[in-house]
């Protein structure tokens, strides 16, 4: 009698702790996973006060458009040192980054005759907007952007994409409806979205629970109004039809290189390189790489933009 009374009590404590976990997890999911992806680290712009292409030697001017969904997307303009360009390459940064930190690629394209176009992606830097959506709903944005730059800078053409990380998402999946972007060059891509996340979360606690994953996800898409299975680069890749260049790091822990791989095998045009760098991670490509990098992705725009 006394041993049933004890397993009485233990179940009733078991059952009390499963459903204390039960809310605990389902508050979580609802009121703080379910915004950690789509609402990125804003940078601190008052850091960038003076910081712009002009301090670095370069002519640019100042671009705002508004978005079908009312938010204002700003950027820049930046002009080739040399008078006549060989056309402008739209550069897309990754998540909870902003175009002031990009300087450096800015440089490098505009001193190898190349216009450079960068904007804050939505619910990033100085552009409006709540929450990111991973190319859901920028792609249409930088099909926008470009529509926008055509008009203002008429003879800025042929145009190039090179994205990284967040950007080279977007990039591919912007490739995939624009094909008035003849060439793209990617960086670390994902190639799908929902895996990504498994990926962080299981990165970040380092325990493979994928159905909180996933109930996190289901609130997101409530959210942010998007849906998370139709953000696939993967996918995307089988819809472009110009050249791609597709680099990854093959220490890159954030985004396993075989997701770059997948999305390089996918990509429908024939004209397409892999160039994988051995000693990079996610963050230390340009670094690692170095002038041959540099060199790569400028010949790459270069044979490809015409």
Not at 17 to 34: C, D, E, H, R, S
Not at 61 to 76: A, N, R
Not at 175 to 181: P, T
Request: hydrophobic content about 40%; aromatic content about 12%.
């Amino acid at each position: 009698m006394k041993y049933k009374k004890v397993l009485i009590v233990v179940s009733l404590v078991l059952t009390l702790l499963i459903v204390a976990g039960a809310f605990v997890v389902q508050y979580a999911t609802k009121n703080i996973l379910a915004f950690s992806s789509i609402c990125p680290h804003r940078v601190d712009l008052n850091k960038y006060k003076s910081v712009n292409p002009g301090k670095i030697g370069f002519n640019y001017d100042t671009v705002s458009i508004v978005v079908e969904d009312t938010i204002i997307l700003k950027g820049w303009f930046v002009h080739a040192k040399q008078k006549h360009s060989l056309g402008s390459v739209l550069f897309l940064h990754g998540i909870a980054d902003s175009k002031y930190s990009q300087l450096g690629r800015i440089q490098q394209l505009c001193n190898n005759g190349f216009n450079c176009i960068i904007f804050d992606h939505r619910a990033h830097g100085e552009s409006g907007g709540k929450y990111c959506t991973f190319g859901y709903y920028e792609k249409y944005d930088y099909s926008k952007i470009l529509d926008s730059i055509i008009s203002r800078f008429s003879d800025s053409g042929p145009y190039g994409v090179w994205g990284c990380s967040l950007g080279a998402a977007i990039a591919i999946q912007t490739m995939a409806i624009d094909n008035r972007f003849q060439c793209g060059v990617v960086e670390s891509c994902f190639a799908d979205f929902r895996q990504t996340a498994h990926d962080y979360a299981e990165k970040i606690t380092h325990i493979p629970l994928s159905f909180v994953s996933d109930m996190a996800l289901e609130e997101s898409e409530k959210i942010a109004h998007f849906q998370v299975d139709s953000i696939s680069p993967r996918m995307s890749a089988l819809k472009i039809s110009n050249p791609v260049l597709v680099i990854h790091g093959l220490n890159d822990s954030n985004i396993s290189s075989d997701y770059g791989k997948r999305v390089f095998d996918n990509i429908k045009c024939p004209v397409k390189e892999w160039y994988p760098l051995p000693e990079a991670t996610h963050n230390n490509i340009i670094q690692v790489g170095g002038v041959e990098y540099v060199s790569r992705v400028v010949d790459f725009f270069t044979t490809n933009m015409r």
